[in-house]
C-alpha cells in the first residue's frame, strides 16, 4: 500500500510491533487513538510510522498536507487499511476481520 503526502509517496508495509513502539515512542497510545477515534492524532502517528520520522516531523508534514489541499481523512482511511491489512493490529485492537 502506498499513501501520498505532500505530493510524496510513501510505502507503507504491514503494521508491526515495531511500528507500535515507534508510535509510542513519539507520545501516542494507539489503542486509545483508535478507540476514541482521534483523527488528527492517529494521523500524525502513522505518517511518523510511513515517513519514518519524529513526532515534530509527522506534525510538520500533516500541516503541510492539508495547507497543500489534501485531506487528514484520506490518511486516517490509509491508517484503518494498513490496520485491516496487519494481522498484528487485528490482533492488538480487537478488530475482528469478518465483514458482514
Given amino acids: 500500500m502506498n499513501i501520498k503526502i505532500n505530493q510524496k509517496n510513501y510505502s507503507v508495509a504491514e503494521l508491526s510491533f515495531k511500528d507500535m513502539?515507534?508510535?509510542?515512542d513519539m507520545g501516542f497510545s494507539v489503542i486509545?487513538?483508535?478507540?476514541k477515534a482521534k483523527v488528527f492524532s492517529?494521523?500524525?502517528a502513522f505518517v511518523g510510522?510511513?515517513?519514518n520520522c519524529s513526532r515534530e516531523e509527522?506534525?510538520?508534514l500533516c500541516e503541510q498536507h492539508v495547507l497543500g489541499g489534501g485531506k487528514i481523512e484520506d490518511i486516517y482511511e490509509a491508517f484503518n487499511k494498513a490496520v485491516?491489512?496487519?494481522g498484528?493490529?487485528?490482533?492488538?485492537?480487537?478488530?475482528?476481520?469478518?465483514?458482514?
Fill in 21 to 24: 513502539v515507534h508510535m509510542e
Fill in 58 to 60: 509527522a506534525e510538520h
Fill in 42 to 44: 492517529l494521523a500524525v
Fill in 49 to 51: 510510522v510511513c515517513a
Fill in 32 to 35: 486509545e487513538m483508535f478507540q
Fill in 88 to 100: 498484528f493490529f487485528k490482533k492488538l485492537l480487537g478488530v475482528n476481520g469478518d465483514k458482514k
Fill in 84 to 86: 485491516e491489512d496487519s
